[in-house]
């Protein structure tokens, strides 16, 4: 029998947000920065859709703004086995802590912590025909609904 019951379990405590990234080129890209200030992990997937090259970066970035500042990086994918088939794909995370303390520089003060609130990915394929989709996986400090919603163009 089918549930008539709505369950939003992991949609309320979860966003989920998708980019496909196909830069045509060969050079670092930031990809997508989301507002992290209501969450408190933080997790982006790289998935390989198109060519075999290689990954050359995958880091998670913040900012104090999510255009206009400087990039500070919050951790590094050491690409030890290249995602070089298609749905390939490499994982990297972090806590609300461990990027506080890289874009704030390991200042605690509550008035930059809460001004460092953009978290993004920086991404680089070798070759500029090859693409990929990035996912970011946030985990909500407390659960709300619509965290996590479908989205059809």
């Given at each position: 029998m089918v549930s008539s019951v709505a369950s939003a379990k992991l949609s309320a405590s979860l966003k989920v947000v998708?980019?496909?990234?196909?830069?045509?080129?060969?050079?670092?890209?930031?990809?997508?920065?989301?507002?992290?200030?209501?969450?408190?992990?933080?997790?982006?997937?790289?998935?390989?859709?198109?060519?075999?090259?290689?990954?050359?970066?995958?880091?998670?970035?913040?900012?104090?703004?999510?255009?206009?500042?400087?990039?500070?990086?919050?951790?590094?994918?050491?690409v030890a086995s290249e995602p070089d088939a298609l749905m390939d794909k490499v994982i990297l995370e972090c806590t609300a802590a461990e990027f506080h303390t890289a874009v704030t520089g390991g200042i605690t003060t509550l008035a930059l912590q809460q001004g460092a609130k953009y978290v993004g990915v920086e991404a680089e394929l070798a070759t500029s025909t090859d693409e990929g989709v990035v996912i970011y996986i946030m985990g909500a400090k407390r659960p709300a609904s619509g965290l996590t919603a479908d989205s059809i163009a």
């Open positions: 998708a980019y496909d990234f196909d830069p045509d080129e060969s050079a670092a890209t930031d990809i997508g920065f989301v507002d992290f200030t209501d969450y408190e992990t933080f997790m982006a997937i790289f998935v390989r859709t198109v060519g075999t090259g290689a990954l050359e970066t995958f880091n998670i970035i913040g900012n104090y703004v999510t255009d206009t500042g400087t990039d500070v990086t919050v951790k590094v994918h050491a």
